[in-house]
């Protein structure tokens, strides 16, 4: 019996044998339900991860184009849904399932995106209460941020100038679904805040029509909801139907059920704003008649009281009031002068009579020998004050090692220690000395030899 050949594959004639077994065996795209692990983003957007139930587990891959189109942020955990296909992968000899679509299981993709994006921006605080503006109560100039073609824009033009006629509405015309919606909204937002210096809009109204969850998606992105958080322009999100919400409704400073409501929450009704003022009208009237009547009746009293009667007779009183104290001050002050008139002459007598130049005389007597006892006193203490700072004069003189220099005696000092020599041993040979004679004549020295 002759014994059959084997073939022999390369290792990648082996892969792509495999792969093309793959292709004409599984259906081209098919869904796998498993729980999502180990889920890695690359940073160019690509998606790394495997599907796995309780006895197996599957490797995935998602490109960044297919992961773009997802609503929802895929998690550990997670169980969904994946619409895909089965391939090889040469470089490395394994098979993946490559997925087009994710959904997850039990609830909608677009329910879940809504629940992830309200947690993380409540949790960020774009929906405080704190942060949200006051309405004006008047406004003139109103921004709309919508479709220029739907109904909408009709409905809040009506609502608005069927109440407040005199407000003048600014149309931002801006797509309301669809791809890259979101981003024209929040553009228009951002860009009517910059020119608002130009606009001098005092509100904006953002929104759109009724229709379904995917229409209205737009209004629940992040990019729309930042830019109704920092818009410095007040906000009323007018989205849907009454039992629609969005996210916009939630960060917005306010919120209207349909975008005709939007007009009522807007601006005041004019037939009640004037209804109002012809009431203050009428108050601050009878306000003003009473306090004209009242005032009417203080004049008419005042006008029957005795000083318009005779407005003269207060200022005749007091003039012969006046004429009573002057008589009774130049009375007074010549009584006055009299007294001190007579005090003055009756003290001059009485100096008469104690002699005051024979007292002055005697003072200056006494003074005198006052004076020449201190003089006598002072030379005194200056004359032993002499003699003792003599006495330590020549005290001190006897004390001076210098003194001794006169009757031609010598200080030697080492250079180098700058100490005074008493005895060989303070020296050594080649050292330097210094001799002070008197008159502080100095001599220096070098020592050549030591005699002890």
């Not at 594959?9 to 999502?36: C, R």
């Not at 679904?177 to 024209?184: H, K, L, P, R, S």
């Not at 003290?347 to 104690?354: D, G, H, N, P, Q």
């Amino acid at each position: 019996m002759v014994k059959k050949k084997l073939d022999i594959y390369s290792v990648s004639q082996v892969n792509h044998l495999i792969k093309a077994i793959l292709e004409d065996n599984l259906p081209s795209s098919f869904v796998v339900t498993g729980e999502i692990s180990g889920w890695k983003k690359h940073s160019r957007g690509h998606c790394y991860f495997s599907l796995k139930d309780k006895d197996s587990i599957l490797n995935c891959v998602m490109w960044s184009s297919s992961f773009a189109k997802q609503k929802f942020e895929p998690e550990d955990g997670m169980a969904v849904f994946a619409t895909g296909f089965v391939d090889v992968y040469p470089p490395q000899g394994k098979y993946q399932f490559y997925v087009r679509k994710l959904e997850p299981s039990g609830v909608g993709s677009l329910e879940l995106a809504f629940r992830q994006m309200v947690a993380k921006l409540e949790a960020e605080g774009l929906f405080d209460e704190g942060h949200k503006k006051a309405l004006p109560r008047f406004p003139m100039r109103i921004g709309v941020v919508t479709s220029a073609s739907g109904a909408a824009i009709r409905d809040i033009e009506e609502s608005i100038h069927s109440r407040w006629s005199c407000a003048k509405l600014f149309l931002y015309p801006v797509a309301v679904q669809g791809e890259g919606a979101a981003d024209e909204i929040a553009a228009a937002l951002r860009d009517i805040n910059r020119q608002n210096r130009k606009f001098g809009l005092d509100l904006v109204i953002v929104g759109r029509g009724g229709g379904s969850v995917e229409d209205l998606w737009a209004f629940n992105e992040e990019a729309v909801a930042r830019a109704i958080y920092d818009s410095e322009i007040p906000v009323i999100s007018a989205v849907g139907h009454e039992v629609d919400t969005t996210i916009a409704d939630l960060v917005a400073d306010a919120r209207a059920s349909t975008p005709t409501r939007a007009g009522v929450a807007a601006v005041p009704d004019m037939a009640e704003v004037l209804e109002q003022l012809s009431g203050c009208e009428r108050r601050l009237e009878s306000r003003a008649s009473g306090a004209v009547e009242l005032c009417g009746q203080r004049l008419a009293g005042l006008l029957g009281s005795a000083v318009f009667r005779n407005p003269l007779g207060p200022v005749m009183i007091a003039s012969q009031r006046v004429d009573e104290l002057c008589l009774h001050l130049t009375s007074a002050i010549g009584a006055g002068m009299a007294r001190r008139r007579e005090a003055v002459n009756k003290s001059f007598a009485e100096v008469l009579k104690i002699e005051p130049h024979r007292l002055m005389a005697n003072q200056k007597v006494r003074l005198g020998e006052i004076a020449s006892r201190a003089k006598s006193a002072v030379e005194n203490v200056l004359n032993r004050s002499r003699v003792l700072l003599t006495a330590g004069e020549n005290r001190l003189a006897a004390m001076n090692p210098k003194s001794v220099l006169e009757r031609g005696y010598s200080i030697t000092t080492c250079k180098k220690t700058n100490k005074v020599l008493i005895s060989p041993e303070d020296v050594e040979q080649d050292d330097i000395i210094i001799t002070e004679m008197a008159s502080e004549k100095l001599i220096e020295s070098k020592v050549i030899r030591k005699y002890d």
